[in-house]
């Protein structure tokens, strides 16, 4: 029996799961047109789900979602692959916490990443998800895994879910498809609200301790448990 044969049932429920989520992606104004891609590790298996490439997000569907090996060549689906393929199972295969990784190109992120400037900690809600400044990646070439190289290197050891890739994008990362998502979200609403607060004046910095108070309480406390 083949290793997609024996986890089906699993990959039925991840194709379906990553078709959904990637209806937030426009829904929160994080891309445009056929930009940007959700994608899933399958659990206990060296295979990630994710968006076939150039596909409009309205014509996404569970069937059209792609199966990968952790290199990046297609296992199952009849489209190719987003072309972030090779960069995001190079993060699977580097970072074996990371259950999910989404790309985005949202308009305020994007600014700050234009700029090679991370996003400095200056709101509450920074601090609750990201733990501190949101970081820039360095500039990596599109199509391998060099982007994927540059997440790792910059979110290992990090408290950030998401990392600004130079002059390129976001790319966040959580422990599920979701979580990652839910990343892409904030970083994008903190970009925003940065940027806004900086064409009034200067931003007042969090202090440090409060930022880890903040975070604790955020990852550990908040919400239903």
Known sequence: MSVVAEVAGTLTRLRAEV?????????????VWTAGNVSARVPGHDLMVIKPSGVHYAELTP?????????????????????????????YRKMPEVGGVVHTHSPYAVAWAARA????????????????????????MIGDDSIGRGIVE????????????Q????FSIGPTAESAVKAAVMCED??????LAQ?????????QASVDRLFDRYQNVYGQR
């Open 190 to 195: 903190v970009a925003r609200t940065v940027h």
């Open 63 to 91: 069937e059209n979602m792609v199966v990968c090996d952790l290199d990046g060549r297609v296992v199952e689906g009849e489209h190719a692959p987003s072309s972030d393929t090779e960069a995001q199972a190079y993060v």
């Open 199 to 207: 064409q009034l004046g200067r931003p007042v910095p969090i202090e």
């Open 117 to 140: 400037e991370p996003i400095p900690c200056v709101t509450t809600m920074c601090a609750d998800e990201f733990g501190g400044p949101i970081p820039v990646g360095p500039f990596a």
């Open 19 to 31: 078709s959904a989520l990637h209806a937030h992606l426009p829904a929160y104004g994080l891309v």
């Open 154 to 165: 910059t979110l290992r050891g990090s408290r950030s879910p998401a990392v600004l890739m």
């Open 167 to 170: 002059n390129h994008g976001v």
